[in-house]
C-alpha cells in the first residue's frame, strides 16, 4: 500500500523555492541585521531503562539574553508511544515535530498499525537532511514499540545517532557528565526518573540557557506518564503584589464615545432539555 | 553548504569564487555580564549588584561582586569586561592614594566622578569595556550619584542603572523613584529601608529574566556612619 504523508514530498531532492526571496529578505533590514530566531537554549536528557525510556527537559525558553518563556513545554507528543524533546530554535522544533505528528497519525490510521520510532526517526533525517540545517532542531526521540525500548537523537543537518542516553542543547555537557557517571543498563525505574532529574538539575544550574522547572515523560509498554513539572524550581517567585496603581493615576487626555447601532434581524428561542 | 548568501538578484546563482584565507581577529574583549544600581537618597546613597560572573552560557563564579569600596563614603559599581573592571579599579585605588598623599585629604564624591572621566577618556581609541556608576555622599552629605559611559561622558543622577539587566530595570526606577508617567501620586522623598526594599524586589525581578544577572545581590548602604553591605541570596539557575 502507497505511504501517504500529509504534506507531499517534493520530486527533486533539494528544494530552494524560498532562496531568492530569503537573499531579498535580509536587506530590507536595518544594518542587515535579520530578527533572531528564538532559541530554547535548553537542557534535555533521555535514559532507556529497564521496561522503557524516560524523557527530561527544563522549561527555560530564551531569547538570547532574555528569558522568554519559564514555563514552555519541551518534550512533545509524537504518537501515543513516541515522545521526542527538542532544543534548537524553538518555532522548527514545534513545527517539525507537529509535522512529525500528522504523519505518522496518517500512517496509523492508513496502516492499522501503532508507529515504529526508527519510522519517525527516518522521516525526521529525511526531512532535516533536504533543509541542510537551515531547520535548527536537534531532537531527542524515545519510544517503545513492538520490537523494544529505543532513544535515538536526530541532529539539524540529519545526522541520527542511536543510544542508550544523551543529553542535548546549551547545558548537555553538564547534564552528560551526571549520565555518564550514574549510568547503568537496564536501570530501575525510580532510579532512571532521578538519574534524568540530576542530569536535567546540572544543566539547569550550570548553564544560562536552562533553568526553571524540570519535566519528565516516562514511556513504557503500559502507557505514558508525563509529570509536567516533576520539580518545581525550588527558586520560587516570592513578590508580593505591592506596587499598586491608584485608579486616576494614568491621565486620560481626551474621550472619544462612539455608539454601535445594533439592530434586532432575528429572534429565536430554543428550549434546553433540563432535567 | 549551499544557503541563500549563493543567490544574488533574479534567483540565479552568484559566480563561485575562492574567497581566500579567511582571518580570524582576536577580540581583546569579553562580556562577563552582571548589572549594576545605584541609588541616591537625602543623606544616603546605595550602590547595589549581582554577583555572577559568567561568559557565554557558563558561569565563572556566583561570588564576585561588582561594588568596590574607594573610600569610606564612595563605592564604585564596574560591569561589563571583568579585566577591564579590574584595572581600572586598580587605577582608581592608586590615584586616590597619590591624591592623598599630595592634597593631604581624600578625594570626594565629585571629584572621583571628574577624575574618572579623564581616565576613561584617555583611552578613547582602545576603551575599558566597563559600564561604571559611581555612588557616594557629597561634600555636603546628601546622596550622589554619577553614572559613566564606557568613554567617560557622564552626568550626576538620582538613580541610576547600568548592565546587562539595565533596559529591564530603569524603566521601573524611573516610575518608583522618580514618579514618572503617574498623575496626583504624591511625591514622597525616598527613606533608606524603602530604597534597599526597591532595589531588593527590582534585582529578584531581573534575576527572572535575564540569564547574566542572579546568584546573589550584594548592597552598599552609604550614610555618614560608613558602609554597611548586606548580602540577599537571587535565583541560581
Do not use: W
Request: proline share 4%; charged share 20%; glycine share 10%.
Amino acid at each position: 500500500m502507497a505511504l501517504s504523508n500529509v504534506l507531499e514530498s517534493p520530486a527533486s531532492g533539494f528544494n530552494f523555492d524560498n532562496a531568492a526571496r530569503n537573499a531579498a529578505f535580509e536587506g530590507l533590514f536595518e544594518e542587515g541585521h535579520p530578527p533572531k530566531p528564538m532559541k530554547t537554549g535548553t537542557t534535555i536528557a533521555g535514559v532507556v531503562f529497564k521496561d522503557g525510556v524516560v524523557l527530561g527537559a527544563d522549561t527555560r525558553a530564551t531569547s538570547s539574553e532574555v528569558v522568554a518563556d519559564k514555563m514552555c513545554a519541551k518534550i512533545h507528543y509524537i504518537s501515543p508511544n513516541i515522545y521526542c524533546c527538542g532544543a534548537g530554535t524553538a518555532a522548527d522544533t514545534e513545527k517539525t515535530t507537529d509535522l512529525l505528528s500528522s504523519n505518522l497519525t496518517v500512517f496509523s490510521l492508513n496502516s492499522g498499525r501503532n508507529p515504529r520510532v526508527v519510522m519517525a526517526v527516518n522521516i525526521l533525517q529525511d526531512m532535516l537532511y533536504r533543509y541542510h540545517g537551515q531547520i535548527g532542531a536537534n531532537l531527542i526521540l524515545g519510544g517503545v514499540d513492538c520490537t523494544g525500548n529505543h532513544l535515538y537523537t536526530v541532529g539539524p543537518y540529519g545526522s541520527v545517532t542511536k543510544v542508550p542516553y544523551l543529553a542535548m542543547g546549551s547545558g548537555d555537557l553538564a547534564a552528560l557528565g551526571i549520565l555518564e557517571d550514574g549510568f547503568k543498563h537496564d536501570l530501575e525505574l525510580e532510579k532512571a526518573k532521578e538519574l534524568v532529574r540530576d542530569s536535567i538539575h546540572a544543566g539547569i544550574m550550570s548553564d544560562l540557557g536552562s533553568g526553571n522547572n524540570i519535566d519528565i515523560c516516562v514511556i513504557t509498554k503500559q502507557g505514558v506518564d508525563y509529570i509536567r513539572p516533576f520539580q518545581e524550581s525550588e527558586y520560587k517567585d516570592t513578590r508580593k503584589p505591592k506596587y499598586k496603581y491608584r485608579p486616576g493615576t494614568t491621565p486620560v487626555l481626551t474621550k472619544k464615545v462612539v455608539p454601535l447601532k445594533l439592530e434586532v434581524v432575528e429572534e429565536t428561542q430554543q428550549r434546553m432539555d433540563t432535567v | 553548504m549551499l544557503s541563500a548568501q549563493n543567490f544574488g538578484e533574479s534567483g540565479k546563482m552568484k559566480e563561485y569564487h575562492y574567497t581566500g584565507p579567511v582571518e580570524h581577529r582576536f577580540s581583546p574583549y569579553a562580556f562577563n555580564g552582571g548589572t549594576v544600581l545605584a541609588v541616591a537618597g537625602e543623606d544616603f546613597a546605595i550602590v547595589a549588584s549581582d554577583t555572577r560572573l559568567s561568559e557565554g552560557y557558563s558561569i565563572h563564579s556566583r561570588d564576585s561582586p561588582k561594588c568596590y569600596k574607594l573610600t569610606d563614603t564612595t563605592v564604585i559599581g564596574c560591569s561589563g569586561f571583568h579585566g577591564d573592571c579590574l584595572t581600572l579599579t586598580k587605577i582608581i585605588d592608586a590615584r586616590l592614594k597619590m591624591y592623598k598623599h599630595s592634597n593631604n585629604k581624600t578625594m570626594t564624591s565629585g571629584a572621583i566622578a571628574a577624575m574618572l572621566s579623564t581616565i576613561l577618556y584617555s583611552r578613547r581609541f582602545f576603551p575599558y569595556y566597563v559600564y561604571n556608576i559611581i555612588g557616594g555622599l557629597d561634600e555636603q552629605g546628601k546622596g550622589a550619584v554619577y553614572s559613566f559611559d564606557p568613554v567617560g561622558s557622564y552626568q550626576r543622577d538620582t538613580y541610576k542603572a547600568g548592565g546587562s539587566a539595565s533596559a529591564m530595570l530603569q524603566p521601573l526606577l524611573d516610575n518608583q523613584i522618580g514618579f514618572k508617567n503617574m498623575e496626583g501620586v504624591e511625591h514622597v522623598p525616598l527613606s533608606k529601608d524603602k530604597a534597599v526594599q526597591l532595589v531588593k524586589d527590582v534585582f529578584i525581578s531581573a534575576a527572572e529574566r535575564d540569564v547574566y544577572t542572579g546568584d546573589a545581590l550584594r548592597i552598599c548602604i552609604i550614610t555618614k556612619e560608613g558602609i554597611q553591605e548586606q548580602n540577599i541570596p537571587l535565583r541560581k539557575d
